[in-house]
């Protein structure tokens, strides 16, 4: 049960919390609809529950709330929710870095100053349900605020919904797709020939890459040492994941451990050779 504190639109009410007396925000259709200040009010279960307490990278959440558009926080829950029915379990922190993000985005849209994502394909095979999920954007944008968001801007939706599933926050994502868009351009430069980024082996490349930081940020090793075998069986590809595997130490400023060479160098063989 919550106490109204402020009504923000029909369906977005900051509510105090009757047992703890701390500020939530309160998303759901209608729930704002003739509400007055001190009014006793339930949530739906279909509705959302999001704390004011919480912190992001911009403040707290509180404070926040004060300058997004409600619209937005309400566009972000329809898509979180979709989110959670597919995936499961998410982190809903990511309710205002989000809904923060898709107002930037509907901004310099209207500005006409709409921007590209060079890593747009990367992105979409290697985090492609988080992808699929973030294009229902496109519709809702469209109906609500006769808006037309393109590719590129979903694809940095996507990020948000994959750190919204995943221990992993955007700016990460981001660098992972950015590591593996430098390792597959090393390859084609090397072996003159140009990748497929819907194949197998790429998104097994992909995949690798993105499980290999993950292992250094949590300090996980594998068991068997391919270097050997790879250094003297494929030499060009060993060089390469070597390369690749100093520019993301550098990102993540974590040390990888040596073994994680010689098993991207085999991905980046499989790739060349396809």
Known sequence: MFRVKKVLN????????????QAYLLIAKGIGFGRKVSERIEVPEDGTI??????????????????I??????????ILKEAERIFGKIDWAILFPMADHIAFAVKRIQNQEQISNPLTEDIRALFHM?????????????????????EHEVGYIALHIHSAIEDE?????????RTV?????????????????????YNRLMNHVRYMAARAVKGEKLNLNMNDYMSVKYPEAFRLASVVCGHLEKYLKKPLD?????YLAMHIQRVSEE
């Open 181 to 201: 868009r430098e390792c597959i351009q090393m390859v084609e430069e090397e072996t003159g020939a140009s990748i497929d980024v819907m194949s197998l082996s």
């Open 50 to 67: 999001y704390s004011l307490q919480e912190k992001t990278q911009r403040g707290l959440a509180l404070d926040l709330v004060k300058s």
């Open 258 to 262: 040596e073994v994680e060479v010689g």
């Open 169 to 177: 926050n955007v700016a990460l994502s981001m660098q992972i797709a």
């Open 10 to 21: 029909h369906n977005t009410v900051i509510g105090i919390g009757m047992e703890d007396n």
């Open 130 to 150: 988080e992808y699929k999920t973030a294009q229902l954007i496109c519709p809702i944008l469209k109906e609500r605020l006769s808006v037309e968001i393109d």
């Open 69 to 78: 558009d409600p619209v937005f926080l309400e566009i972000t829950q329809q």
